[in-house]
């Protein structure tokens, strides 16, 4: 599958980020985490996936 384009892929974490923090309340735990895979995203281009440790 050909990569995303960036604007693309920032428009979208970008979209996604006021419904996130409206159900921060209750599952602060995995709005945090989702925060920080966004932040990984966005300054890396990588797709953070949940279940898979990053590589070092």
Request: hydrophobic content about 45%; cysteine-free; glycine content about 6%.
């Amino acid at each position: 599958m050909p990569a995303a384009p960036v604007a693309d892929l920032r428009r979208s974490i970008d979209d996604s980020l006021e419904p996130l923090l409206d159900g921060l309340v209750g599952d602060e735990r995995n709005v945090v985490l989702t925060l920080a895979r966004m932040v990984v995203t966005l300054e890396t281009g990588a797709i953070v996936s949940k279940d898979v440790p990053p590589e070092r």
